[in-house]
């Protein structure tokens, strides 16, 4: 039984709620509460990150890192290789909201359409020629070849793909608002999860018949 007293607390607390829910779900990477929070990476992480490691064991070697240096490796089918700089290869960014991508392209090669379901993302082409594209959730294509020092933004979440459309190599660097922003590649997403995605979904999604399923299922098997 509500009492008078509690009620109007309790009407308050709603309200409260209520006005902080669009934050919290509208939010990015929480802003941090102290300089810096090196990751323990071999701690399970908590709610939001990853626990802190002792202040005491952290050293300047946490706060760089040189595996952007070097070209990947785009010998696979989509002739494109993302070396990640997030918070499980650079600990030193977690709670920060920031993490960046080497994104190196093959010639003719394509980072496929995907999406960051924590982050914005911006890059910026340092070689080469890219048709760099993404689609609102209103179904509008925006795209533009860029050269390099030229610059693009994709809003968070946004399905988007980069594809080399030069006569060479390519290679951009990207950034996002998130310390681990995740990605969720559509065609491995679709195609290639585990479990599978029954195949009478995805003939029905796409209104074809299994035998073009099972196709692209079968470029996709590991
Ligand atoms: C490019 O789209 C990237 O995710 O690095
Ligand atoms: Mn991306």
């Known amino acids: 039984m509500v009492t008078p007293s509690a009620s109007p607390f309790?009407?308050?607390?709603?309200?409260?709620?209520?006005?902080?829910?669009?934050?919290l779900s509208f939010a990015a990477d929480p802003d941090p509460l102290q300089d810096f929070c090196v990751a323990d990476v071999s701690a399970p992480p908590l709610l939001n990150g990853?626990?802190?490691?002792?202040?005491s064991n952290v050293t300047s070697g946490d706060f760089f890192f040189d595996g952007l240096?070097?070209?990947?490796?785009t010998a696979n089918t989509f002739g494109v290789n993302v070396t990640a700089a997030d918070v499980g290869s650079f600990p030193g960014l977690n709670t920060l909201g920031i993490s960046m991508n080497r994104v190196d392209f093959?010639?003719?090669g394509i980072n496929p359409p995907h999406s960051h379901p924590r982050a914005t993302e911006t890059g910026v082409v340092m070689k080469g020629k890219l048709l760099v594209g993404f689609v609102t959730s209103g179904n509008v294509f925006y795209s533009k070849v860029l050269t390099a020092g030229q610059m693009f933004v994709i809003p968070r979440g946004l399905v988007h793909f980069q594809k080399n459309v030069g006569e060479g190599k390519a290679l951009a660097l990207t950034a996002f608002n998130s310390h681990l922003p995740g990605v969720e590649v559509l065609?491995?997403?679709l195609f290639a999860s585990t479990p599978p995605i029954p195949n009478d979904v995805l003939t029905q999604?796409?209104?074809?018949?299994?035998?073009?399923?099972n196709s692209i299922r079968s470029k996709f098997a590991s």
Not at 11 to 22: A, H, N
């Open 69 to 73: 240096m070097k070209e990947g490796n």
């Open 10 to 23: 309790r009407l308050l607390s709603c309200l409260v709620v209520l006005l902080l829910l669009p934050l």
């Open 106 to 108: 093959a010639r003719g």
């Open 50 to 55: 990853f626990p802190c490691k002792p202040a």
């Open 205 to 213: 999604a796409f209104q074809v018949e299994e035998d073009v399923v």
């Open 187 to 189: 065609p491995l997403t």
